[in-house]
């Protein structure tokens, strides 16, 4: 019985050593300090989440927001004091540089991405941080008059963070988390490494984008000009999150044009045909179980998120999220059937159209094995357990997976994304960075995957 279990150790030894190559012990190496680390994630942070970045997807060009291109300017700035080559600062603030190669080993070229915007859906403007330190475990009050509160219901992974360094804001507006916690640690992670050149890692390359949030930002770049065979977005929340799979997303838009230039006394027997009506129908007609509020977990579902009209024709624009081909299928199949029924209770419609469009795909089959494990060898290696988690969302990543260059996604202490209760885990972001850097000295020793 011995025997064979020493046998099964040696062959799960060698099954993992190529995986693990010749770690370095980097921490020993730099003589890591994780409370100045910690100090400098906190200042870099605070010092971005007042930039205004807010995005704005009722706008046509990118970035949808001037504070974005201010952004854009000031970490390009940062990237060349500490190192950084060939930074670049697009005409649409897309920020790309590289960070150049101290290993002498034939290293694969690693991306690390976040993005520059914050969420749509809240403001972004006079963002006041807040630093709380040592938290003590009770409520924490955010806006008293707004019953603003962080607490075990409105924030369940609080209770973990007892005795961490959080930061929020004052409740009015977003924290804008996400993703300038995701930039705090890569930017971090560029000093740390312009400090400590004694760090043998191959080359990697620093990407932040514009307009995430609203799906914008990657069609301005084209993922071959990268140079690179991996990537990771930085933009995931809880310790150990290691983001594989996320929705298949795609929109639509309906027109429904009618006739309403007639006394709506004397409607009836006459050309009369209300468009508005068609598009209240066809939201009536889509099922109330595969609404956003109604599913969770793998489930997807169908979001009509704007219905406008103009004279005789009204728009309806709507999403569909699904994880699998075959659900997207059946939801595309939905909204064709609720669309074809409008049509055909309305006979004196004077049209109606319904397009479809690909916003983008699952990552999952696009992810190698191999990375993913040598992701979480370097999570374990900092003592983290690594969770796989599937996004009921996206991230860039996706788009880049899509594109032949997988990009998982690795937590950044971001919680209650989208939300006036947005906050920040200093001591999550700490333990980020140092997979961050744990994974560039696993990739130093390895060839294409």
Request: glycine letters at 6%; charged letters at 20%; aromatic letters at 8%.
């Amino acid at each position: 019985m011995l025997r064979a279990a020493y046998m099964l150790a040696m062959v799960l030894c060698l099954l993992t050593a190529p995986v693990m190559g010749a770690a370095q012990d980097w921490k020993a190496l730099t003589r890591y300090d994780k409370n100045a680390v910690k100090t400098q994630l906190t200042d870099r942070f605070v010092k971005y989440a007042q930039i205004d970045t807010q995005s704005n997807p009722s706008v046509a060009y990118v970035p949808s927001s001037k504070g974005q291109k201010v952004f854009a300017k000031q970490l390009a700035k940062e990237l060349k004091k500490y190192g950084a080559q060939n930074v670049k600062v697009s005409e649409n603030s897309l920020v790309t540089a590289d960070i150049a190669a101290t290993s002498k080993n034939p290293a694969p070229a690693v991306a690390f991405l976040a993005h520059l915007d914050t969420a749509p859906e809240i403001s972004a403007h006079a963002v006041k941080p807040r630093v709380i330190k040592h938290y003590d475990g009770k409520d924490i009050v955010l806006d008293a008059a707004r019953q603003l509160t962080l607490n075990s219901y409105t924030a369940p992974k609080l209770t973990a963070a007892h005795g961490h360094d959080l930061i929020v804001a004052n409740g009015g507006t977003s924290l804008g988390a996400d993703d300038k916690a995701g930039i705090a640690v890569i930017m971090t992670l560029v000093q740390y490494l312009y400090d400590h050149p004694e760090i043998a890692h191959g080359p990697l390359k620093i990407v932040f984008t514009p307009d995430e949030s609203t799906g914008a930002g990657m069609a301005k770049l084209n993922p071959a000009d990268l140079g690179v065979q991996y990537a990771y977005t930085v933009s995931g929340g809880d310790t150990g999150e290691l983001m594989t799979e996320n929705f298949n997303a795609k929109s639509f838009v309906i027109t429904f044009t009618g006739y309403r230039a007639v006394r709506p006394g004397l409607a009836q027997n006459s050309a009369f045909a209300d468009n508005v009506l068609m598009a209240s129908d066809f939201h009536t007609l889509l099922p109330r179980y595969q609404r956003p509020e109604t599913t969770t977990d793998k489930r997807g579902f169908i979001y009509v998120n704007d219905i406008s009209t103009q004279g005789d024709t009204t728009t309806v624009r709507g999403i569909i999220r699904a994880f699998s081909d075959e659900e997207t299928a059946q939801l595309v199949a939905t909204v064709q059937n609720a669309f074809n029924t409008v049509k055909s209770m309305h006979a004196r419609a004077k049209g109606a159209t319904l397009a479809f469009r690909d916003e983008y795909k699952n990552m999952k089959a696009a992810l190698p094995p191999a990375m993913l494990q040598l992701t979480k060898t370097a999570m374990q290696a900092e003592e983290i357990t690594p969770k796989e988690v599937s996004l009921r969302g996206s991230t860039d990543g996706a788009v880049l997976s899509a594109a032949g260059i997988p990009a998982p996604d690795i937590f950044a202490g971001i919680y209650n994304t989208h939300t006036a209760l947005e906050y920040v885990d200093a001591d999550v972001m700490e333990s980020s960075l140092r997979t961050l850097i744990r994974l560039l000295t696993l990739w130093e020793t390895q060839k294409a995957l």
